[in-house]
């Protein structure tokens, strides 16, 4: 291992401009000329517009134009899109209503778009919103998704007359039921996985710039994939043909799949921009993120598991509600179908598994993918019923998983995945020694000795990453392939440009991909640029999201790295005046076997452009190659979290005490990062357990919309995390990488409910697990233990 | 969101002044805190631009104010609606009683509202106060109309 080499914990390039004001993000970017937008959002959930009157904000000072759904469609441009077809149990294509960038007669939740005020300065454009006068006709909400598709439900969209958008499933019903019928024993829970706002630190931002004189648009926006933003806004809505659309990405402020998606911002911003002659520009304030970032996970779950009667699984059965809010979002339909329902296997051998799914329309902001996107549900369900099924069973909840977990690889679940590799029963092991678990009884005795409730709870994880296979996909409904592209450009002085596909905004890719080039080409990381984020620049790339960038992102770029150093090899053995059979290269230096005579990398790279020594018809001048690469199968990193913690029943607090998380995602690149992503995950996933929940009041209105209402984990709230790694490499990548960008996010909710029920001594306890939550079911646990 | 307010205030005058002077737009402009107009309309009821901060929210609201199961001089019912821009809305209503007593006349109020937009979304936790602020306010203000102070 070199010393910026695969496997080095290389501190992160970019952090020197981001820790010093240095980071360019949208809102940092000015266009000469540019005019801001403010946008008048319903403060209904579900009304019809009656009448929309802009006249007085047209008058206004500084106002150059107020633009209305009418607007867009006399412009033809058209809705925004669901780029995944999900089809009902029946054959039946999903119901997806239409979703105008501007409101076209109807508002469908609180914070949908209804007009855009462009003016001279932001102040004016945000005085010349309150200058629009809507009369509305309110209409009965749909709040609950419970009861969001009985019959006399109020209808959102007429395409779906009981507000549900699908009724899917998967897997073999008639083996499970035959399991169930066999089974000696059957864990049922009712389980809830809490609404989620995924807060950025960076708010979504957007600015349109059109340029007459090439009849060209560029739109600077604040996305995790550049390039499926300008597929969209082009094919889709119809803004511009691609070649006339240029989407800037610099910067971004973090993502966790909120940025994935194509909004109604952008959109309008972009179109506006040919409008009105002149750049528009649209930040949006943290309320606005709270009230129009798609929101995640919201799903309602009843679960059954069926055991003999040593504690072998023998089938699950899993019915969901999945809340996809008012309008379905770039990706929202395969978030708790695809992306959920395959994963219910967990670590474990289930013979037979029958998912149903039903989406379901509401009048809350649109749900789609956040940090994990269906596999932290499908690990809260697997991981409770495990955890529910050990103890109801009288078994401990590490030797029932042991026993469950899959030991043979590759392994086909009855739910479409087949796992390359593992070895859970390696993390388990690590895991149970890092948190000494067999000394736990003592530690519980001496909390209750100072009142105090300990509890220790699992999390035996699995998630799909690196998505994923294009064909696979496609077979699944997607409606794009999901490779990914790299271009390596090598200068005459032999340092190295990346075009990358893989979006950064947090994930430190320049300094990881970089690491992959210094250890290839045998230069160090300063000599290396990564680019990515312009798709006048990039090519074409699918983006970041899925835990994608290293396996596949990554994988693109050791492709064409291949065919650089392939190439250079037969310019160094011009160079040499040597057989190309006889170059050698290792540690940068290209080499005639068994000679002293060599060339460095850069002596190759300035060969190959000055090009004196071959000629152009033996061989092509430069050294430039670019690859795509399609992965073959997703990616399966797992591992064992463990959390350990200790409630006061006075008062409700829930300290966690300890937490081991050992993880396995196949090889490395930078050990440094990885953990500093597990810290994230984790944080973020102890946030949905203990802290964080959306909640609309009856009425549609956003209750938790400030950080006075909606509480988002601190420093103080976590532990110090003992990380442990296993390591099986990926056997489907050439990196042998896994991914490991969600894995704490996926992890954690389970870990720290299965310690809180197991404090508790009962399993009825919902997240966010806030004081009160606790409080109220610790003094039913010391209720019911007085009473034994 | 949902905000329920119920109190009561003595005033010392007269049941049928009181009475009037909760029918007289001037006394009732004069008295909701931030009225900037208020006019009487046909059907019982006052069109009203008010200036309301509630928390980090400012706004001004128009209304339209409706009197409806009228029992002169005894209670009446004020209906109305309001929209503050992008501040949000409130639409509720409030059942006013009078009752003579020893010192005077004794109002009584029984609030009940829905708040939405940015008035729910920030201020959610701080509109019942604000409510009995105002509230209290009011009646200070009214108190001095009818002569003297709530007791």
Same mark, same amino acid.
């Given at each position: ?788 | ?45 006052? =069109? +009203? ?7 980090? $929210?400012? *706004?001004?609201?128009? /209304? !339209? ?35 003579? =007593? +020893? ?7 029984? $609030?009940? *509202?829905?708040?939405? /937009? !940015? ?33």
């Amino acid at each position: 291992m070199s010393a910026t080499g695969i496997g080095a914990p290389v501190r992160r390039k970019e952090d020197f401009r981001f820790i010093t004001g240095k980071g360019q993000y949208t809102d940092d970017i000015n266009r000469p000329g540019q005019t801001h937008a403010a946008f008048l959002r319903s403060p209904h959930a579900h009304a019809t517009i009656k009448k929309l009157d802009i006249s007085e904000a047209q008058k206004a000072d500084g106002v150059i134009a107020v633009l209305t759904g009418e607007d867009l469609a006399k412009d033809n441009v058209g809705g925004l899109i669901c780029g995944w077809m999900i089809h009902s149990k029946d054959g039946s294509p999903m119901k997806a209503g239409s979703h105008p960038a501007l409101a076209q007669g109807k508002v469908r939740y609180v914070g949908d778009h209804i007009a855009v005020v462009i003016a001279e300065t932001l102040a004016q454009a945000r005085d010349a919103v309150e200058k629009i006068h809507v009369d509305y006709e309110l209409l009965k909400p749909v709040i609950d998704m419970a009861h969001a598709t009985d019959s006399g439900s109020p209808v959102i969209h007429d395409v779906a007359p009981h507000n549900q958008v699908y009724d899917w499933h998967l897997g073999d019903k008639g083996a499970t039921e035959a399991a169930f019928a066999n089974a000696k024993h059957v864990t049922k829970l009712d389980i809830v996985n809490n609404r989620l706002i995924p807060n950025a630190m960076e708010p979504r931002a957007a600015i349109g710039d059109y340029d007459s004189g090439q009849d060209a648009f560029t739109l600077y926006t604040t996305s995790q994939n550049p390039h499926v933003a300008r597929l969209v806004l082009s094919a889709f809505i119809g803004i511009a043909p691609e070649h006339k659309l240029r989407v800037i990405a610099p910067d971004v402020g973090g993502g966790f799949g909120s940025k994935i998606f194509i909004y109604a911002e952008e959109t309008v911003c972009v179109w506006a921009a040919k409008k009105v002659g002149r750049p528009v520009k649209w930040t949006g304030d943290r309320t606005e993120a709270f009230l129009a970032d798609a929101h995640g996970r919201d799903h309602i779950t009843h679960a059954e598991m069926a055991m003999d009667d040593k504690g072998h699984i023998l089938g699950l059965r899993v019915k969901t509600k999945a809340n996809l809010g008012a309008y379905l979002s770039t990706f929202s339909s395969c978030v708790p179908t695809y992306l959920y329902a395959p994963l219910l296997s967990g670590q474990y051998n289930i013979p037979a598994i029958y998912v149903e799914v039903e989406g379901i329309y509401t009048n809350t902001a649109p749900v789609d993918a956040y940090r994990g996107a269906g596999r932290p549900e499908a690990t809260f369900v697997i991981e409770r019923m495990v955890e529910v099924a050990a103890r109801e069973m009288g078994q401990d909840p590490a030797a029932f998983r042991r026993k469950n977990f899959i030991k043979s690889f590759p392994h086909q679940t009855p739910v479409i995945m087949a796992y390359d590799t593992g070895n859970y029963g390696a993390s388990m092991d690590l895991a149970l020694e890092m948190a000494d678990y067999k000394n736990f009884g003592k530690r519980k005795r001496d909390s209750a000795k100072k009142g105090m409730l300990r509890g220790i709870g699992f999390s035996a994880y699995i998630e799909a990453c690196g998505i994923a296979p294009s064909a696979a996909v496609g077979s699944l409904g997607a409606g794009v392939g999901l490779w990914e592209s790299a271009e390596v450009r090598v200068n005459p002085v032999g340092t190295v440009e990346v075009l990358t596909g893989s979006h950064s905004h947090g994930q430190g890719h320049e300094t990881t991909f970089a690491q992959l080039v210094s250890d290839r080409l045998g230069i160090g990381i300063d000599q290396v640029a990564i680019v990515h984020g312009d798709t006048d620049k990039v090519q074409f790339g699918m983006g970041t999201y899925g835990s994608r960038s290293g396996a596949v992102g990554m994988s693109a770029i050791s492709k064409a790295l291949d065919k650089v150093v392939a190439k250079a090899k037969k310019v160094a053995a011009y160079a040499l005046e040597a057989s190309e059979g006889d170059i050698e290269f290792k540690d940068g230096r290209f080499s005639v076997a068994g000679t002293d005579r060599s060339l460095a990398f850069g002596e190759v790279a300035l060969q190959a452009y000055i090009a004196h020594k071959f000629s152009g018809q033996d061989l092509e001048p430069g050294l430039k190659e670019g690859a795509f690469y399609d992965p073959t199968n997703f990616t399966f990193p797992s591992g064992v979290h463990i959390c350990e913690l200790e409630i006061d029943p006075d008062t409700g607090v829930t300290r966690i005490d300890r937490w081991t998380a050992v993880d396995d995602f196949g090889n490395i690149i930078n050990p440094m990062i990885v953990e500093g992503q597990v810290h994230g995950g984790i944080a973020q996933g102890v946030g949905q357990a203990l802290l964080e929940g959306a909640h609309y009041d009856a009425n549609g209105q956003l209750v938790t919309a400030s950080y006075m209402d909606y509480c988002m984990p601190r420093a103080d709230d976590l532990p110090n995390f003992d990380i442990g790694i296993t390591t099986t490499p990926c056997t489907t990548n050439p990196l042998g990488i896994k991914g490991c960008g969600e894995a704490g996010a996926i992890a954690a909710p389970p870990a720290v409910i299965n310690a809180i029920t197991d404090a508790l001594g009962h399993e009825q306890i919902a997240m966010p697990a806030s004081p009160q939550a606790v409080w109220r079911a610790a003094q039913k646990s010391l209720h019911k233990l007085a009473a034994e | 969101m949902a905000m329920t307010m119920t109190g009561e205030a003595v005033l010392p005058a007269l049941q049928a002044d009181v009475w009037a002077k909760l029918n007289d737009p001037a006394v009732l402009k004069a008295c909701i805190p931030g009225c900037q107009s208020l006019e009487t309309t046909e059907d019982n009821g006052f =069109v +009203a631009v008010a200036k309301v901060k509630l928390g980090p $929210v400012s *706004a001004t609201f128009k /209304g !339209k104010v409706v009197l409806s199961d009228i029992d002169a001089p005894n209670s009446y019912k004020i209906s109305g609606e309001g929209e503050g821009g992008v501040a949000g809305f409130a639409k509720g209503g409030a059942v006013v009683r009078l009752e003579t =007593v +020893a010192e005077g006349t004794k109002l009584s109020y029984d $609030v009940e *509202a829905q708040i939405g /937009g !940015k008035l729910a979304q920030l201020g959610g936790r701080l509109i019942n106060g604000v409510a009995k602020k105002m509230a209290d306010e009011f009646f200070a203000n009214f108190a001095k109309e009818v002569g003297g102070t709530p007791a």
